[in-house]
């Protein structure tokens, strides 16, 4: 039986979302029909509303989310109706995926149609549907609308500094960009017992903010080089700068603040790429070279969803990941234009949800 559902459609040709009823299809073997808590709004999607690359058809968008399991496929094994669960935008375990997803067309009311973006999922809906890689189980006993972050800003920050950078006790790491992947990393790396941690954002608020979550140092980049701050902090650079923003000016800034090696001797520091990188960038090699440093890529923070998030969750129950406190704003699912605004204009602290 086809599931009505309110979804949000982002059209082929305007940058602005519209809400519309349709019917979603029966699931195919694969996929899972989830009725949504809640769901995270992410800059990606922000990235998508405004790409200057011409859309395809009209989308179906949203990449992060809580709900329960109202119809599932035949091949569905690991959740099943009535169960509550998480959804991302990374697959949960590759190693025990048995298919290759495909992406599901869904009829608008006009008559046209709409399809997900580079994922086989999307959260933005009262109900909606994902392929069984985007969705992890999710435990009775936490809260169901906070933890809708996990799925893309908390992966993406703690594992960061967990599975891409393996970041040791007592090792310096800075982190730019205090937003909710920002605010994850810093979380992570407290969590790790990494020291000092330092927090470089523009605005002061957010740098106030980041010391909840276990930031000792915050550098406001608009009161000096905070390249050269660091250092001076760190007596020589951090062992692992992270760049939550992908940005021209942040993916040098990351790469500077990291320590020299010491040539015959130790390694130099290490750079680790997290936010998405709107823009090309000079970078300078020889000081990569000379400084024995490393530049890496974290997509999705190298998660293994079904690995990870129950980790997560752990720190969560401990209060060591307040995401309590992460999640600083919500809106309803008619609002979702003005929260992507309000996202737009810098104005969510840590994270906004929608609640179904
Ligand atoms: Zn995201």
Redesign the pocket.
């Known amino acids: 039986m086809p599931t009505p559902a309110r979804v949000v459609v982002l059209p082929q040709d305007k940058p602005t979302l519209r809400l519309m009823d349709i019917q979603l299809p029966d699931p195919s073997p694969y996929e899972v029909v989830v009725q949504q808590f809640a769901t995270?709004l992410?800059?990606?999607?922000l990235h998508q509303i405004h790409s200057p690359t011409p859309r395809e058809s009209a989308l179906l968008i949203g990449?992060?989310s809580t709900g329960v399991v109202v119809a599932k496929g035949a091949q569905v094994k690991h959740v099943k109706e009535g169960d509550r669960v998480m959804t991302t935008?990374l697959p949960r375990d590759l190693a025990t995926a048995d298919h290759t997803p495909e992406r599901t067309w869904y009829t608008l009311p006009d008559g046209t149609e709409a399809t997900t973006g580079r994922t086989f999922m999307f959260t933005f809906g009262d109900n909606v549907i994902a392929d069984e890689q985007h969705v992890v189980p999710l435990p009775d006993d936490v809260p169901t609308d906070v933890t809708a972050i996990i799925?893309?800003?908390v992966m993406?920050g703690a594992g960061a500094v967990r599975n891409t950078a393996g970041v040791q006790v007592g090792q310096s790491v800075a982190v730019f960009g205090a937003g909710g992947?920002g605010l994850s990393a810093i979380a992570a790396a407290a969590v790790i017992g990494a020291t000092p941690i330092i927090a470089v954002d523009v605005a002061e608020d957010k740098l106030a903010f980041a010391k909840r979550f276990g930031a000792t140092i915050g550098v406001n980049a608009t009161a000096g080089d905070p390249v050269e701050r660091i250092h001076e902090l760190t007596n020589g650079g951090v062992d692992f700068a992270f760049d939550c923003m992908g940005a021209t000016v942040t993916m040098q800034q990351t790469l500077a603040a990291t320590k020299y090696g010491v040539w015959g001797g130790a390694r130099g520091g290490t750079a680790v790429l997290v936010g998405v990188p709107v823009a090309p960038v000079d970078l300078d090699m020889d000081e990569m070279l000379s400084g024995q440093r490393t530049y890496l890529g974290s997509l999705g923070g190298s998660s293994v969803p079904d690995r990870d998030f129950p980790l997560f969750l752990e720190w969560f129950r401990a209060g060591q990941l307040d995401l309590t406190a992460l999640v600083t704003q919500r809106f309803r699912l008619e609002e979702i234009n003005e929260g992507f605004a309000a996202l737009a204009r810098g104005e969510i602290l840590g994270r906004a949800i929608i609640e179904l």
């Open positions: 995270g992410c800059h990606s999607q990449h992060e935008w799925g893309c800003p993406t992947v």
